[in-house]
């Protein structure tokens, strides 16, 4: 095939697989494709570039963003990629809307395999040359020398006009006016619209919200405990009560300044704004989350220019603006908020629903503050003020008129159904813990004991040979420390390329067909070691939440072993803290109690309902070790 029609620039900043489906779609289509330039896209890890593409069967030349996703989208269904959703935004907005503020796909998406997609888009305003993303307008405000910022000068009643025509714009212009969604959410329904996923197994919310467990928690600055926003978002207080009467309509998802594209040139034009990166697109998703996430944007990125006492006063301003306290702000930052409460008020006037929006705004700032909190991009210095600010986000919406009195022993809503297990005619094979580890390491961690997790891609794939193992290790390294699987300061060997093995006894492995593992030891008694169902379900979220964590290549599908290492030791089963008397007697185990690989779950389930996932192992461990044990 001739390599020139994908020129050579551009073929070096592609990995193998786009190369080749570009020249074969140049190829069929008599096209070719010249890099113009490679751009950051936004805190995104995409490949992005804009290239020439010119077209000798029609005798045209067109400049086009090309976008190639960092990872694979093979758990995620079709519909839900990043081309069927920038393809519904465009199609769902009126002409006028999308032809003046969204940019146009242009072409079909490019099959790459492993669920990815590359894809084009016509240039957002036309004219690259005479719009700039809203971040180089906030640091040109703030004085943050740049080479964007360079011949872009912007004043703060500008920069806070945008913002504000902006959000106008996404509310009445997009969504014309207020609508309500035909039924009531609960109140963890409408945080879960927020943060997903999150707060599951593999999830960036999951370590620190099992470490808030409680209904109510203690935060360093506050005068006494607050309402916890991971225990909303799971149910609690509340319970399965539909109280939300949600505010809905098209919304971007992940509105802020990397997103947001403003003709600056030959002068700045608020009301020429483009949105970019619809990968988040909604139909009907809640409206108050676009103008919250824009606003703790901005603060994320420029939370180092306020002092201590402005970050103070920040808190109780955004949640509730005060002109007793914008004296004690920067004029900037009080210009911003002022104009984003100005858009969303002019948009609710005549609708009688602003109790409403009070109420459900607290809750998207409760739900992107967590966001936030997940994100690595986020200073770390800055997370107890997000915490604070969802904490008090929170507290206040459950003392708002119109919502009813929190319930402590209200039960967290219920799942609609199972997830879907699938029997498969014969296991999956399974290299068990015995089998990843030195014999050395294996013994010591026998001695012990441990519970061991492993998926097993289905159908089965071999790991390309060419991964460096410094890359393995760093991915196994990090994705045991997010998880909390390994302290912060604990020793953590690597044995083998695809090994960390913790001297707590808990560890990671990647082999070469695709299984991942994960292990950590069980607590003991006097008599050896204990199956507590409650500790057990604990220390297999904490196993999944490290597994999901871990970059690989795609699978759609994976089998789920599961299995006890007792190293020939007596076991009991019982609470793992009570007194010896108060535990089931001890039993010694034939061999190591252990569920095969003989179902598979989608990976989407896995990264949604990992906690449903690990109450359902946990029974099924529990029945396997009573069916197989003799008591002593």
Not at 39 to 50: D, E, F, I, P, Y
Request: proline share 7%; net charge negative.
């Amino acid at each position: 095939m001739e390599e020139g029609i994908v020129d050579a620039a551009l073929a070096a900043g592609l990995d193998a697989s786009a190369v080749e489906a570009l020249r074969e779609t140049a190829a069929v289509n008599d096209l070719d494709y010249k890099l113009d330039r490679w751009l950051v896209n936004g805190r995104s890890r995409a490949t992005v570039a804009m290239v020439f593409e010119n077209d000798r069967r029609m005798g045209r030349s067109l400049r086009l963003l090309l976008k190639v996703p960092a990872t694979d989208d093979t758990g995620i269904r079709l519909t839900k990629t990043e081309y069927a959703l920038h393809s519904r935004a465009y199609a769902e907005a009126s002409a006028e809307f999308a032809k003046a503020h969204l940019t146009k796909p242009a072409r079909e998406p490019v099959r790459l395999g492993g669920g990815r997609f590359l894809t084009f888009q016509h240039v957002a305003g036309d004219d690259l040359e005479s719009v700039e993303v809203l971040t180089v307008l906030l640091d040109s405000v703030l004085g943050t020398p740049s080479e964007e910022t360079a011949g872009t000068a912007c004043t703060s009643a500008e920069f806070a006009g945008i913002c504000g025509t902006l959000v106008s714009g996404v509310l009445g212009g997009w969504n014309g006016r207020p609508l309500t969604a035909r039924g009531e959410l609960t109140v963890a329904e409408f945080l879960r619209l927020h943060i997903q996923d999150q707060l599951e197994p593999g999830g960036r919310l999951h370590a620190l919200s099992r470490e808030h467990r409680t209904d109510l928690i203690e935060i360093a600055g506050e005068s006494r405990p607050l309402v916890n926003p991971f225990a909303l978002a799971r149910g609690a207080l509340f319970g399965d009560r539909r109280l939300v009467r949600a505010l809905v309509g098209r919304t971007h998802g992940d509105l802020h300044t990397d997103n947001a594209l403003v003709r600056v040139r030959p002068a700045i034009d608020a009301a020429a704004f483009h949105l970019i990166d619809l990968a988040l697109y909604e139909s009907e998703g809640p409206v108050t989350r676009d103008p919250a996430h824009l606003l703790l944007y901005i603060l994320a990125r420029r939370m180092d220019t306020l002092s201590a006492s402005q970050r103070e006063a920040l808190l109780d301003y955004v949640l509730a603006p005060d002109e007793r306290l914008a004296g004690r702000l920067p004029n900037w930052l009080v210009e911003v908020i002022t104009s984003l409460d100005r858009a969303f008020l002019g948009w609710l006037e005549g609708s009688g629903l602003q109790p409403e929006w009070r109420r459900q705004r607290l809750l998207s700032l409760a739900g992107c503050a967590m966001l936030f909190l997940g994100r690595k991009s986020t200073n770390r210095e800055d997370h107890p003020w997000f915490m604070r600010l969802a904490a008090r986000a929170a507290d206040r919406f459950a003392a708002m008129p119109g919502v009813p009195a929190p319930d402590p022993d209200a039960a967290p809503p219920v799942a609609e159904r199972p997830p879907a297990w699938r029997s498969l005619p014969e296991p999956l094979p399974v290299t068990w813990l015995s089998g990843l580890l030195r014999p050395r390491t294996a013994a010591r961690t026998a001695a012990r004991t441990a519970v061991e997790l492993h998926l097993v891609p289905y159908p089965p794939l071999e790991l390309p040979a060419a991964t460096r193992p410094e890359a393995l290790e760093e991915r196994l390294l990090t994705a045991g420390r997010d998880a909390r699987l390994f302290g912060e300061e604990e020793k953590v060997d690597q044995e083998d390329p695809a090994v960390a093995a913790g001297s707590s006894g808990a560890g990671l492995a990647l082999t070469r067909t695709g299984q991942l593992s994960a292990w950590t030891g069980l607590p003991h008694d006097e008599w050896g070691p204990v199956l507590d169902r409650d500790d057990l379900a604990e220390r297999l979220r904490t196993l999944l939440d490290a597994l999901l964590r871990v970059p690989r290549p795609g699978s759609a599908d994976f089998g789920i072993a599961l299995g006890i290492e007792t190293g020939g030791l007596v076991v009991s089963a019982g609470h793992a803290h009570a007194p010896p008397h108060d535990a089931t007697r001890p039993r010694r185990m034939a061999g190591p109690p252990r569920l095969l690989a003989d179902e598979i779950l989608a990976r989407h389930e896995l990264a949604s309902r990992g906690s449903e996932v690990a109450d359902a192992l946990v029974e099924r461990l529990l029945t396997a070790f009573y069916r197989g044990a003799d008591e002593r």
